[in-house]
């Protein structure tokens, strides 16, 4: 639905690249959406096309994006996972970018707004106008700083303000603007990054060629949300892997129940160990090889 909506705003669909990023030495596995367009950026490289959609396989293992340790205890964290996004290479900007995620998320999928909360960057007043404009009510619209509101994707490389989209699953009764970025019922579903610079390696921005848009939305999240369940490994992309380590252990529901996250490690690092290994990696001392192995080993444990 996600691809096809994008589809008829103009987008292309194009497929996922590779977990091993096949031409840039700064990062070990692609760890976002936008990865392979690093170069379409920075206006190194020219595409036939403006806008695209994608869904991405990534790892976010090692480097500046690491979940590894959160993996098991969190309901929703993954090694390896699809981040669904839309781009545009200097074409559409804020306020088509912040229209296309409304309009999908509310009027085509139907989420309640009462249940969303949409943050910005410090001094973002463009993107709040832009989110009561769609409309949000002002008080859902919150402010962070660059923790939370600032996206790059290494240390050096195009970065940008970033405007993200919660849920809020918990009871309504208890809702609060405080929850946000703080507590588990407050899940984050989508980035939408407002690409503006090249970070240098000495830390200075240098301004891209064209403003640009790069959103990243966990498709495992929002299947949780849309199938009514409040964490990921409910779903019909990892219940059947809980099913078989069960059936494999030849365990009770008590069981799993008692080692839930036990359970859970091991369904989200099969997937990424068989990704990897899909695409070549080994087990082994260095490098790839070793966070493969690393991730074996927790799985493992
Ligand atoms: N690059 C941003 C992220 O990973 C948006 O896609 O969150």
Redesign the pocket.
């Known amino acids: 639905a996600f691809i096809r909506y994008f589809e008829q705003q103009g987008h292309q669909a194009v497929p996922s690249s590779a977990l091993i990023p096949q031409a840039d030495p700064t990062l070990l596995f692609t760890?976002?959406?936008?990865v392979q367009f690093k170069d379409t950026f920075l206006g190194l490289e020219q595409r036939p096309y403006k806008r695209a959609t994608t869904s991405q396989k990534c790892l976010r293992v090692s480097g500046k994006h690491n979940d590894l340790e959160n993996v098991g205890p969190s309901p929703r964290h993954h090694t390896f996972f699809e981040?669904l996004?839309n781009f545009s290479f200097g074409d559409y900007f804020k306020r088509d970018a912040i229209r296309f995620a409304w309009h999908l998320l509310i009027d085509e999928l139907g989420l309640p707004l009462e249940r969303m909360w949409f943050s910005v960057y410090n001094d973002d007043d463009e993107a709040e106008r832009l989110w009561i404009e769609a409309g949000a009510p002002k008080e859902r619209v919150l402010r962070f700083g660059k923790k939370d509101n600032w996206?790059s994707?290494g240390d050096t490389g195009p970065c940008g303000p970033?405007s993200e989209i919660h849920y809020y699953w918990g009871d309504l009764a208890t809702q609060t603007a405080a929850g946000v970025n703080k507590d588990d019922e407050y899940l984050e579903i989508w980035?939408l990054?407002f690409m503006q610079y090249d970070a240098k390696p000495d830390g200075t921005l240098a301004p891209l060629p064209a403003p640009s848009v790069?959103?990243?939305a966990g498709l495992e999240r929002l299947a949780s949300i849309l199938q009514g369940k409040d964490n990921n490994y409910d779903t019909d992309a990892f219940a059947p892997i809980m099913a078989r380590i069960q059936e494999l252990l030849g365990q009770d529901d008590a069981h799993r129940q008692q080692n839930l996250a036990r359970y859970r490690a091991i369904a989200d690092h099969s997937r990424s160990i068989s990704f990897l290994i899909a695409e070549g990696v080994m087990p082994g001392n260095e490098g790839r090889n070793y966070v493969l192995r690393m991730i074996l080993r927790r799985a493992a444990r």
């Open positions: 760890n976002a959406g936008m981040m996004g996206w994707m970033s980035n990054v790069d959103t990243g």
